[in-house]
């Protein structure tokens, strides 16, 4: 035990201590034996070693709980255990001594004291958490338990005075933060924006960690989903883009000049960035570009090069530069077919593109701002939509708009209302959109005159209603009606014999259905006024 001890701490500080312990307490008097007490206590600390070295080698892997000591005996000093499973155990072992304890006659222990300790990863650092459980005192599962426990500490104004003195008070704030979503207390929109932008994150991010790769995409901060912040946010881009257009700048390029206009004319060359995205427009010609159905797009270009634009410089001159005498500085290839030149003098900006032979052409498109397309969250009027599959947040967007952003019909409200489309990881309410008054029109006149055209549109054939009927779909006596009659209309053909069933089919029972309507008056005839 002593070796297993020593290579599982990796401490040879903490191995001096225990060798000194055992001195200490007549091991050696004892002719190799230890106290049984020790021995737990050397059980337990080889575990804990052995689930830090576990957690440090695979930050992405589940917490890890240890048993340091129980009174149960369904549990031994030292056993591990991950956290699923010991979610599962603890709240069974709580059940089960608060069950024993209240039967007629129990003499037992009144609680299984349990000291437990998980390790775990905190932002990207190994971290561990140690407690106590007493099972029977009705503290449930282990996170149950974890939780009554802070939630008791946090009514407490010591709890308070504690976490500012030794954490201060943006960890009081963070602490006070985090417990509405323990209480379950109604969530804002904004909050609920947040929480599933933390879910997708977390998502995204551990394939990422189970493969190795630690550089992660920051997290969603809430302050990103406060609606307020949003809007300011929102206006100061609106100010920023206002701005670079009056100075005749894009965003980008406002920004990088600090946020001042030219004072001098300038001119600019972009270029298709290397890569395959930029494969469909690099070295192309307009009329090839026009033909594959692309526009000279802003984003599809990198801004390469900026210098001063002097009165008697031309755009040839330009070519002629930057494919004989590149500047020191210029780190673009030679000009060619494809790429943009941006002339700005006078408060006004032209882009030209580089074309076949040399030539140029002014592409006022280049400057032209792409509509923002605005996702679910952004249109989420705070209104909540209630189906027997949960409660959705309704967004004000068209079937074709959340289709376009990735979501597909998932259910529809009972009242036929709204749709549920969802992606797999989120899921928003929609008005179902009413069909066109045309067709909603010939569909209620069709229904209720049986055609309009010559045509029964919307009748089932006879086909279709043998096919529900074995299919064990009810069957109307008004579908089955008017399927004969447009049966009787049709040309007589020959017809197939085919084994005679045991179970009468639907034209047996036609038959006597016709019978039976002979016997009633003739319907009234439609007047001509109705006829198209």
Not at 54 to 69: D, S
Not at 187 to 215: H, I, M, S, W
Not at 475 to 499: G, H, N, S, Y
Request: hydrophobic share 30%.
């Amino acid at each position: 035990m002593i070796v297993a001890y020593a290579e599982a701490v990796g401490d040879t500080d903490k191995m001096i201590g225990l060798i000194n312990r055992l001195c200490e307490q007549g091991y050696e008097l004892k002719k190799g034996q230890m106290d049984s007490f020790v021995k737990s206590e050397i059980e337990s600390e080889i575990a804990v070693a052995n689930a830090q070295r576990q957690i440090a080698q695979n930050p992405a892997a589940e917490p890890v709980v240890t048993i340091l000591w129980s009174e149960s005996p369904h549990l031994k000093d030292g056993q591990q255990m991950p956290l699923h499973e010991a979610e599962a155990v603890f709240k069974e072992l709580d059940s089960a001594r608060r069950h024993d304890r209240e039967q007629p006659g129990y003499t037992g222990h009144w609680y299984d004291k349990t000291k437990f300790r998980i390790d775990f990863t905190m932002q990207g650092q190994p971290d561990s958490y140690e407690g106590r459980q007493d099972f029977g005192d009705g503290g449930g599962s282990l996170i149950q338990h974890i939780r009554g426990y802070h939630e008791y500490y946090a009514q407490d104004e010591s709890w308070k005075n504690h976490v500012l003195h030794h954490e201060g008070p943006e960890a009081w704030e963070a602490d006070k933060a985090r417990r509405p979503l323990r209480s379950g207390e109604t969530l804002t929109p904004e909050q609920t924006a947040y929480f599933n932008a933390v879910l997708d994150y977390v998502k995204e991010c551990r394939p990422l960690l189970n493969q190795g790769q630690y550089n992660l995409p920051e997290p969603p901060q809430l302050a990103d989903f406060d609606q307020s912040l949003q809007d300011y946010k929102k206006q100061i881009e609106a100010e920023l883009e206002q701005e670079a257009a009056a100075a005749g700048l894009t965003v980008e390029e406002y920004v990088a000049s600090d946020y001042e206009a030219p004072a001098q004319p300038n001119f600019s060359i972009y270029q298709v960035p290397p890569g395959p995205e930029g494969r469909d427009f690099r070295y192309r010609s307009y009329e090839e570009l026009q033909a594959d159905g692309l526009s000279v797009d802003r984003k599809n270009y990198q801004l390469i090069y900026t210098a001063l634009l002097d009165k008697d410089t031309t755009l040839d001159e330009i070519y002629r530069r930057f494919n004989m005498e590149h500047p020191a500085d210029y780190k673009g290839h030679s000009l060619s077919m494809g790429d943009i030149v941006v002339f700005r003098q006078d408060g006004k900006q032209t882009a030209y593109y580089v074309d076949e032979g040399a030539d140029y052409r002014q592409v006022p498109e280049f400057f032209a701002q792409p509509e923002k397309q605005l996702t679910p969250d952004e249109c989420m009027t705070g209104e909540q939509i209630q189906t027997p599959r949960g409660r959705f947040y309704l967004t004000d967007r068209s079937r074709e708009q959340m289709e376009a952003a990735g979501y597909g019909f998932h259910h529809q409200s009972e009242d036929g209302r709204y749709l549920i489309m969802a992606n797999g990881t989120r899921a928003f309410a929609i008005l179902a959109q009413p069909e066109s008054h045309i067709k909603t029109a010939e569909m209620s006149t069709e229904q209720n005159y049986n055609m309009i055209d010559g045509m029964m549109n919307n009748a089932p054939s006879m086909e279709e209603l043998e096919a529900r009927e074995k299919a064990g779909e009810q069957i109307f006596l008004l579908d089955v009606a008017e399927a004969a009659k447009a049966e009787a209309k049709k040309p007589k053909q020959t017809r197939k014999t085919t084994q005679k069933q045991k179970k009468t089919s639907i034209r047996a029972q036609l038959a006597a259905a016709k019978e039976e309507q002979k016997k009633r008056p003739p319907a009234r005839e439609k007047s001509k006024e109705m006829e198209v």
